[in-house]
């Protein structure tokens, strides 16, 4: 009887203790999600203490987002087209995405970096490659649009690429799928031997931007995945991973995984310097597009260069060596003091940290085991420093705190794991939701990081958020780092895929920000910068609407004189000079997107009309109370039809230029 | 009074005086107008001087072709080519009169100044009026008998328009009031208790 009473007892007071623990944690719980949500609470009205420049993978493009609070800030259209504004659509913009195989409305972004002077992000511009059709774009960060993109010929697969040198003498780009270079006609089971890969180096003219193909390095035909280049130290050096030692064509996930090493490509683009001006390289001819936007034409203009100086490794040696490094390595990391070189192996559990001294010893002592097509091997225990030994399941890349720990993503374990440059010695993980591709952390991958936070970004997003059928969006999660231990703060879905990211703080370039583009300046061929200057030129077959746009109206705004056959050219010039007050501009059955106009700019629309009939137009932009009014109307005749070439608007009525 | 009589020195100096902070007029605006709106925190801006309109002058503009308000422009104020020269002889002719002291010529300009600064005032208020009352008719929203604020601050739509006078302004009113000091010292019976005093 007692015991029963002691157990009743016991059993109740055992009750009260769970109820007063699950409390108890709740509260702990919910007093977490606060500190959390404060660290990331940007009030109404206030501003991000970073810039973020995210990469969007498949969907082509960059973007802008606020941290702490992972706002979305801004769409950039970088190779894909931008319905949003017509990038791409227009004539001034198409131009941009010309490539030697012609007009390409789309690429996959993976890996912006800013410019950097002294290794540290300096603000002047984000760069960004092109995985699919190799290229590498240059975004201003004034106007915060691409002003350059250039193609890179004898490549495939642009993966180790935009990596920068340390003060913005190059830009790396790689072939991640190796290829006959230059292209031709082999049976791919010839693959060995045949296929062939490029390092090149872009080089970037330190006032206006301007990017070249300085030179490319011909290398065996592995699969070159990423790169870093050295600091400090090793900042004549760049470092390209590469897997698929095995030159395998088919099957890759196991014919590419059957090597216990790959390697980290270690290129002297010092050395390459020299060769190229003792001569040392041959010309080659494979055609590239160079393309950039000039921003007070308004306008983008591409041509084809057909001149590139490629190195062989034979004809300058000390060019390039390879050092063996664990199992198909993705990420290839250097330390903020550029003394140490790390090689994420994706499918070994332990990291190698190489020394940068012991690379330079190595070469000068000759420690080689063998060469890959004659390019020297370096040998491992040489140049190894020390391990990080069982790290994680796959990890990817590793960014830097600037307090001397480094921070590196583990695909396969979804986590992010701390651990000490100089010892290898893990001291914090936290685990990522899901399948964590690249991490950042502001100037993360330079000489001076700012640290505090942490991205990571994510593969598999699944649960996450509210389903949204089959396709979901990507997610990030935003990380404290300024404590011991790394802490959650915030989870926000990004637009596209983003395969990397580059931030840095507000500040630097916040009030660089252009608010319109001055009309006094406007150098576009057919802007008109007043609405006396309005006027409708037909040539031939080519109609000219030389149009302008203010609240709430555009002149002119009937147009009648148009025939089916013709082509016609709405040169939308919006005449506003004040913040954020763009016109849009859109035709009914134009095959092809609307123009957003941002202030004191000229954008184009062509359209060829197929049917006779009257069609309106109209300003897409919610400008002013009197948006809904500001619309106009073209008519269109038959092709034998005579109709009368005049236009309306502004109060005013004209007639047609005519010009042969 | 005679015809030469001449006022003491200390006045003179003050006529000087006055004329030289004249010169400050055409360097600072004579007028601002602040304008806020909810889409506008920032504030907009607008600067009379005596000779131009300097701040978002096309941004407020293009804001006034919704009521209709006219455009403004330097090219359709006279006053613009006009205030400048009349603040001009303002300047010159003070300097003149602290050089000869005439108590007539002191008069003259001392009027001369008065009149300045009425007609100057009534014909800025007369603009505002003006301003207020010649709306076109085919505007958009149509409003009557709007007078924008001359000193102080109105609401108007969207915006809360505030107008004070700026530094040219205060420079020409202590000039003024210098001129005004002058009087006091070359006051007849002030003048003729200092003469009877020294004996
Ligand atoms: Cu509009």
Known sequence: MNKGRIKVALALALVAVLAFVAVGARKTAMKLAQDAAQKVYVPPGEYDEFYAFLSGGFNGQIGVYGLPSGRLLKIIGVFSQNPRNGYGYNPETRPMLMTSHGFIPWDDTHHPELSQTNGVPDGRWLFVNANNTPRIARIGLKYMETEEIIEIPNSAGNHPSSFITENSEYLTAGTRFSVPIPQKDIPIDQYKGNFKGTLSFISIDPKTGKMDVAFQILVPGFDYDLAHCGKGPSHDWCFFTSYNTEEAHTLLEINASQHDKDFIAA??????????????????????????????????????????????????????????????????????????????????????????????????????????????????????????????????????????????????????????????????????????????????????????????????????????????????????????????????????????????????????????????????????????????????????????????????????????GDTVYFHVTNLE???????????????????????????????????????????????????????????????????????????????????? | MAKAEKIPILARVLVAVSAVIGIAAYFFPLWGYHLQAPQYPEGLDMWIWLYKLTGKVDIINDLNHYVGFMKLTESMFWEFKVLPVLTGILILWGLWVALVGTRRAFYWWLGYYAVFAVFSLADFYYRLWQFGHTVDPHAPIRITGYVPPMFGTKHFMNFTISSLPAAGFWVLLAGFVVAVLALLAAWPRAQAARAAARG
């Open chain 1, 577 to 660: 000079q004040d913040w954020d007050i763009p016109h849009g501009f859109a035709v009914f059955g134009a095959p092809t997107s609307n123009n957003l106009i941002m202030p004191g700019e000229t954008k184009t629309l062509v359209w060829k009309p197929e049917k006779p009939g009257v069609y309106p137009f109209y300003c897409t932009d919610f400008c002013s109370a009197l948006h809904q009014e500001m619309q106009g109307y073209v008519r269109v005749s038959p092709a034998d039809a005579n109709p009368p070439m005049i236009w309306r608007g502004g109060g005013r009525e004209g007639k047609w230029i005519v010009e042969q």
């Open chain 1, 267 to 564: 290129v002297n683009w010092k050395r390459a310097e020299e060769c190229v001006k003792e001569g040392k390289y041959e010309t080659w001819h494979t055609p590239y597009a160079h393309n950039w936007f000039d921003e007070k034409k308004h306008m983008a203009f591409s041509e084809i260069k057909k001149e590139e100086k490629v190195i062989k490794p034979d004809q300058c040696p000390g060019v390039v060596y390879f050092i063996p490094t664990p199992k198909s390595p993705h990420g290839v990391d250097v330390s903020p003091d550029g003394k140490y070189i790390l090689g994420d192996g994706k499918l070994s559990a332990t990291m190698a940290v190489f020394s940068f001294d012991k690379m330079i010893k190595a070469i000068k002592e000759k420690k080689f085991a063998g060469d890959a097509y004659g390019i020297p091997i370096l040998d491992f225990e040489s140049v190894l420093d020390h391990y990080v030994k069982n790290v994680c399941l796959g990890p990817l890349h590793t960014e830097s705190d600037g307090k001397g720990y480094a921070y590196t993503s583990c695909f396969i374990s979804s986590e992010v794991v701390k651990w000490k440059w100089s010892t290898g010695e893990i001291v914090d993980r936290i685990p990522v939701y899901y399948s964590i591709g690249h991490l950042m952390i502001p100037g993360g991958d330079s000489a001076k990081p700012w640290g505090k936070y942490l991205l990571a970004m994510n593969k598999i997003t699944k649960d996450r958020y509210l389903p949204t059928g089959p396709e979901l969006n990507q997610s990030a999660q935003l990380i404290d780092i300024t404590g011991d231990k790394m802490k959650l703060l915030l989870d926000f879905p990004t637009v596209g895929e983003p395969h990397y990211a580059q931030a840095l703080p507000a500040s630097m370039i916040k009030d660089k920000q252009a608010r319109i583009y001055n009309l006094k300046e406007n150098e576009h061929p057919y802007a008109t910068k007043s609405e006396k200057n309005v006027k409708v030129v037909r040539k031939g077959h080519e109609v000219h609407v030389y149009m302008t746009a203010i609240r709430s109206h555009f002149v002119p705004d009937n147009i009648e004189g148009v025939k089916v």
